[in-house]
């Protein structure tokens, strides 16, 4: 018997097809978004940080990384977790650690102190990654698109909110008040997260080391790849795009400062909306002619970004096209990995986050050398590449599927 089959062979608890409640989904769409805005935060505010400390910029440049950085060994080491423990209880224990963590924030006064920090506060935010699976496995096989939709629009808004959040409260209060004010919510959802949620029986019975592997494994999983690399190409573009959006804002003609390039992320939590609509669509209609469409959105936003790069409406509606397109993508990827095997739901999504973000670190670095080498309409080429790949792979798809049926 192989490690798949045996970590996956624990009893299966009753299966509750009635699903989570609206109250349930919404407590679950808040804790995530509230949670994941923590790694954010200090993008908008890394100058004030260097003000206060006395730091120079590349110093407190580290910050984003190492937080970063942090997420990205939790996301190995501590979501799969959700698979071996009660996700709930999991949620309660990493919660309660990042609000200490945030709280440590606001009475740092050296820079080392605030690398450890936030390191922590990396580490603790994955707890995101462990709410998504619980709200995949919560809900009734033929809602999970619209549920998981849900709450993965609730962590869309608090990753693109936290940008214009951190900038206004670090001008306003300092920037230690935005540490202090995110601990607050970060301990209001937790609260309503307790009493809200019901405890789940966990699947995997054997040891943590066997856990580890087991999720390396889960990449022998056919479609668990396909989706990843749609995923990973998807997300690339959307890092790659907000990166140069904000040299190109910068730039002449526009000038626009900080403040102002922020109140385009306003037009991006509008489009997050879009997800759990395309969540529900993707709980009905075939998954590949749905990402065929959302995709097509993707290339159609690219074209308007490249034909009128310093029209301000062209611009608001390519943004919003843009993160339509990216987040519906990426609902109905979420909705087909959870459908793959509930008793291996967090090890599942530990796999296919990980490439994500790898795949939004690659776009982040190709936006910036796009538009050092070649600006605006470079920027728009090398996102047409992302989209373009990621397309032709899922048409390919349609064609083998259609083959098959022939």
């Given at each position: 018997?192989n490690l798949?089959t045996k970590?996956?062979s ?27 805005a923590n790694l ?16 120079k910029?590349?110093?407190v440049?580290?910050?984003p ?7 990205g060994?939790g ?6 977790l ?5 996700r709930k ?5 990493l919660q ?8 440590a924030?606001t009475?740092?006064q ?10 922590l ?7 995101t ?12 096989n033929?809602?999970k698109?619209?549920v ?7 962590a869309?808004?608090?990753?693109l ?9 670090a001008?306003?209060?300092?920037w230690?008040?935005v ?8 301990l209001?959802?937790?609260?309503v ?5 019901p405890?789940?029986?966990?699947h995997?019975?054997?040891h943590?080391g066997?856990l ?6 889960q ?10 690399l ?9 890092c790659?795009f ?17 403040d102002?390039i922020g109140?385009?992320g306003?037009?991006?939590i509008?489009?997050?909306g879009?997800?759990s609509?395309?969540?529900r669509i ?26 009128w ?20 993508t ?16 967090s090890?599942?999504?530990t ?18 050398l796009a538009?050092?080498?070649?600006g ?6 090398q996102?047409?590449l992302w ?5 032709a792979?899922?048409l390919?798809r349609l ?8």
């Open positions: 018997m798949v970590v996956t624990a009893p299966m608890p009753c299966q509750e097809t009635k699903g989570p409640s609206s109250g349930q989904v919404l407590t679950m769409a808040v804790a995530a978004g509230v949670t994941v954010y935060y200090n993008q908008p505010i890394l100058a004030e940080i260097a003000t206060s400390l006395h730091a910029e590349i110093e440049g580290y910050l990384a190492l937080t970063q950085a942090a997420y060994v996301l190995f080491f501590l979501a799969p959700g698979d071996m423990f009660d209880k999991l949620v309660l224990v309660g650690l990042l609000c200490l963590a945030l709280v924030i009475f740092v050296t820079l080392p102190a605030l690398y450890v920090a936030s390191v506060v990396g580490l603790f935010a994955v707890s990654q462990i709410i998504m699976p619980m709200a995949a496995a919560l809900a009734a033929n809602a698109g619209k998981v939709g849900t709450v993965f629009t609730g869309l808004i608090g990753i909110s936290a940008r214009i959040v951190g900038g206004y409260l001008e306003w209060a300092g230690r008040s540490y202090g004010v995110s601990a607050g919510l970060v209001a959802a937790t609260i997260f307790a009493a809200m949620l405890q789940r029986a966990s995997h019975t054997g943590y066997d580890l592997k087991s999720t390396l494994l990449l022998k999983r056919v479609q668990l790849l396909r989706v990843m749609v995923g990973s190409l998807v997300f690339g573009l959307f790659s907000w990166t140069a959006l904000t040299f190109h804002l910068s730039g002449p003609p526009f000038t626009y400062s900080s102002r109140l385009f306003i037009l991006a509008a489009g997050a879009a997800a609509v395309f969540g993707a709980d009905k209609r075939h998954p590949l002619r749905i990402q065929i469409l959302t995709v097509s959105i993707i290339i159609a936003s690219i074209v308007c970004l490249f034909l790069p310093y029209s301000v409406p062209a611009l608001a509606v390519g943004v919003l096209l843009l993160d339509v397109g990216v987040q519906a990426q609902v109905n990827n979420l909705a087909q990995i959870y459908g793959l095997d509930e008793t291996a739901h090890r599942i999504n796999v296919y986050m990980t490439t994500l973000f790898l795949g939004g670190a690659i776009g982040t670095y190709g936006g910036v538009w050092n080498f070649g605006w309409p470079l920027v728009c080429g996102l047409l989209a373009g790949l990621a397309l792979i899922l390919f064609y083998r599927e259609n083959g098959r049926r022939a």
